[in-house]
């Protein structure tokens, strides 16, 4: 099995350039991952966003029990998306 310093010479860069483009290679993939599963949740209920399912919700355009398990779990993803920009930014 390879470690971090024999594929980090294969490719000419140090162990720490190696580590920081694995880290920002995973936490892309996962907020591609997220952001895709959040957009299929409002996607139910043709909006976008968290807020527009808030707004479908205080207007009754739907039921709090028909987008209760959604708007949860849209709110969830939301908050984990905006945690991976953050660890983004700090890389």
Do not use: P, W
């Not at 162990?15 to 139910?44: I, N, P, Y």
């Not at 209920?45 to 779990?73: A, P, R, Y």
Request: with cysteine; hydrophobic share 40%; net charge negative.
């Amino acid at each position: 099995m390879m470690d971090v310093q024999q594929i980090a010479q294969e490719f000419n860069l140090s162990e720490q350039e190696l580590v920081q483009e694995s880290l920002r290679a995973f936490l892309l993939d996962r907020l591609q991952l997220l952001d895709s599963e959040r957009r299929a949740r409002c996607a139910k209920f043709s909006v976008t966003s968290l807020e527009e399912m808030d707004d479908l919700l205080k207007t009754g355009q739907v039921e709090e029990e028909d987008i209760l398990e959604d708007f949860q779990h849209v709110d969830y993803l939301t908050t984990q998306i905006q945690r991976i920009r953050q660890l983004l930014e700090e890389i």
